[in-house]
């Protein structure tokens, strides 16, 4: 499952290379066939990501809201699109444009010479703008966004008794976290994931909410999640690496890299909760 970083990513790149173009739309799987016909032919004006969420906005107030889910992927071609989403392979100078799809393509977006192939999303539909305001509005605080309001989603915390550690998942509540920034950013704040929402203080949300704008915005521009300052990695100089990028995420019966002990391992929300039950006791 793409955490919010690699959604915006994907924005981005929508942004880059097709907006102020005219798209081809098409269903080469067939399954998008209606919804594709709506696209074809308009103008690709506006790419968004809210959460877990992209809003492609075109001509004549229609937007593609496509959520990727876990198996979902964009491959991409042309220039411009080099390590965003799942590439093919390089075209060749002679080959022919465009490619024939690849598996089951759900949508194909074509502006010029640069090609997007969307298959196995969770979600891949044509709204109004009425219908895309009516949805976002019911999703949470998105850190990447510039109208986020940290504040409204501490409204929603701090009147839970849930523990921070599910409520962090809750993407009606903070849009874009998975898995890896929840367990991360609950270490970096050494807070208890199982406190129950409605102890978190509002000082420690707004530093922890600064702290998580920090990491997402560095996922943004590196597409790749590194929370782990230098001085706590195995290595000290250079990019981290492997194991190297993660407090607790994904190391599970590992040392800590703070204080030794034995990172552990819980089911919560549905996924792993990796936690240092040592360090993380405020
Ligand atoms: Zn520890």
Redesign the pocket.
């Known amino acids: 499952m793409p955490e919010g970083h690699s959604v915006h990513r994907l924005a981005r790149a929508f942004s880059r290379c097709f907006a102020g173009k005219v798209v081809d739309a098409s269903s080469p799987q067939g399954r998008f066939g209606a919804g594709a016909a709506l696209l074809d032919g308009r103008v690709l004006l506006a790419a968004e990501a809210h959460g877990k969420q992209m809003f492609l906005g075109f001509s004549g107030d229609l937007w593609l809201r496509v959520h990727l889910g876990l198996y979902g992927m964009w491959r991409f071609q042309g220039s411009g699109l080099e390590g965003i989403g799942r590439r093919r392979h390089p075209l060749a100078e002679e080959a022919e444009f465009p490619p024939l799809p690849r598996g089951l393509v759900r949508l194909r977006l074509v502006a010029g010479r640069h090609l997007a192939d969307l298959s196995g999303p969770t979600a891949c539909e044509v709204l109004s703008t009425m219908e895309k305001h009516a949805f976002t509005r019911r999703m949470g605080e998105d850190p990447l966004r510039p109208d986020a309001d940290p504040a409204r989603a501490y409204v929603r915390l701090h009147a839970s008794r849930s523990a921070i550690g599910l409520l962090l998942m809750r993407q009606d509540i903070i849009a874009g976290i998975g898995n890896i920034y929840r367990a991360e950013m609950l270490f970096r704040a050494r807070l208890e994931p199982h406190r129950p929402g409605r102890e978190l203080a509002l000082d420690a949300w707004r530093a922890m909410w600064a702290d998580l704008v920090g990491l997402m915005e560095h996922g943004v521009r590196t597409g790749r999640i590194v929370t782990t300052e230098p001085q706590d990695r195995s290595r000290r100089s250079g990019p981290a690496q492997g194991e190297d990028a993660s407090y607790v995420a994904h190391r599970a019966g590992r040392p800590?890299?703070?204080?030794?002990?034995a990172v552990l391992a819980e089911a919560m929300a549905g996924r792993t909760l990796y936690w240092?039950a040592?360090?993380?006791v405020l």
Request: aromatic fraction near 0%; glycine fraction near 10%; charged fraction near 10%.
């Open positions: 800590c890299r703070i204080c030794g002990n240092c040592h360090c993380q």
